[in-house]
């Protein structure tokens, strides 16, 4: 037998968390609209495949940690994906929640969330979305709290275009599979015309045929 022979390691499912936080929605006085947006981007924008693990939640900082846990301790997510719940009111605690389970926090996240939602609108400095990785022995995961809305949510992940496809400001979710690769999770690949993901020279492998 040659090393030929030997079949490589199987790539792990990758899964991916959505959690939309929200009392009136999930208290059914509207329906919800942020786990819809998340799923439709993802399956324009990744080619890997995926597996959704969706949870719909109210406004609660102890129900929030615990969903965070068990998606990422339990269901073995590797990234974990929030809306709603990030602005100044007295109800939003997705930040205070995300960060009392996190083990690192990744501020550069936040910082172009806010960027990217700055080309729109002034109020894009009341938001508090974050990032962070929630770590156990033997699992981690990327956790990010996004914004609400459909279209921001879009404009967060993939950035803006000028009429011409030039990016003007870089979407977050170019930097998500190498980080992903970092803390051990699966190898994500993206489609560029959406998001194109950024890796070092010494990270690529080469395309699946």
């Known amino acids: 037998m040659t090393l030929k022979d030997v079949a490589a390691p199987a790539e792990p499912e990758l899964v991916i968390g959505l959690v ?13 609209a942020g786990i819809p947006a998340l799923q439709d981007w993802l399956q324009g924008a990744l080619t890997t495949p995926f597996r959704v693990e969706s949870r719909l939640i109210p406004d609660e900082q102890a129900g929030i940690e ?6 990422v301790d339990q269901r ?9 719940g990030t602005g100044p009111a007295r109800r939003d605690v997705t930040p205070e929640a995300t960060l009392a389970v996190a083990t690192k926090p990744m501020p550069g996240f936040g910082e172009q969330m806010r960027q990217i939602s700055l080309q729109f609108v002034p109020t ?57 690769d970092l803390i ?8 560029p015309a959406v998001s194109k993901t950024f890796r070092p020279k010494s990270a690529l492998r080469p395309a699946a045929t």
């Open 66 to 71: 615990a969903t965070l846990i068990e998606l």
């Open 124 to 180: 894009a400095i009341l938001s508090r979305q974050l990032a962070v990785i929630r770590e156990t022995p033997d699992h981690a995961a990327l956790i990010m709290n996004l914004p609400g809305q459909p279209k921001a949510i879009k404009e967060t992940l993939e950035g803006l275009k000028d009429a011409d496809g030039k990016v003007i400001v870089g979407g977050i979710f170019a930097a998500v599979p190498y980080c992903v």
């Open 20 to 32: 939309s936080i929200s009392d009136r929605a999930s208290g059914g006085v509207y329906q919800d």
């Open 76 to 84: 073995r997510c590797h990234l974990v994906l929030t809306t709603g």
């Open 184 to 191: 051990g999770g699966p190898y994500m690949e993206t489609n």
